[in-house]
């Protein structure tokens, strides 16, 4: 699977953004998917993950109330919409690629578990 992401930019804080990720060739609907960010020097953190059916979905504490992740399966996509950006968001975000899950299970909140990252797309949030 290829994932391409973008929707990122230069905002300002108190403002949205929302990334988009395609993904193409191999499965997708069977995969659960998730946003990281890397802040440059540091490891990738688990921003949201979507199980296979978008019924289950995590946040990392830092973003919960503010960002929301969806998927789009017959799109192939993923998408995280941020609102009341803060300058501390700004960095670099990757969509990724889960393993095959069952229909029903949470996806998984450890960056092991994601094998496969698209290119990054930048978000900036200024004062």
């Known amino acids: 699977v290829q994932l391409q992401a973008s929707g990122g930019g230069l905002v300002q804080a108190g403002d949205s953004l929302r990334l988009s990720c395609v993904a193409s060739?191999?499965?997708?609907?069977?995969?659960?998917m998730a946003w990281f960010r890397q802040v440059a020097g540091k490891e990738r953190d688990l921003v949201a993950a979507?199980?296979?059916?978008?019924?289950?979905?995590y946040y990392a504490d830092s973003v919960k109330g503010r960002f929301t992740i969806s998927r789009d399966n017959a799109k192939k996509s993923v998408y995280l919409q941020m609102n009341s950006l803060k300058v501390e968001d700004t960095t670099v975000y990757y969509c990724?690629?889960?393993?095959?899950?069952?229909?029903?299970?949470?996806?998984?909140?450890?960056?092991?578990?994601?094998?496969?990252w698209g290119q990054g797309t930048l978000v900036t949030v200024s004062s």
């Open positions: 990724a690629t889960g393993p095959d899950m069952i229909l029903t299970a949470p996806p998984p909140t450890e960056a092991s578990d994601y094998k496969n």
């Open positions: 979507i199980s296979r059916s978008g019924g289950s979905t």
């Open positions: 060739r191999g499965t997708f609907s069977r995969n659960a």
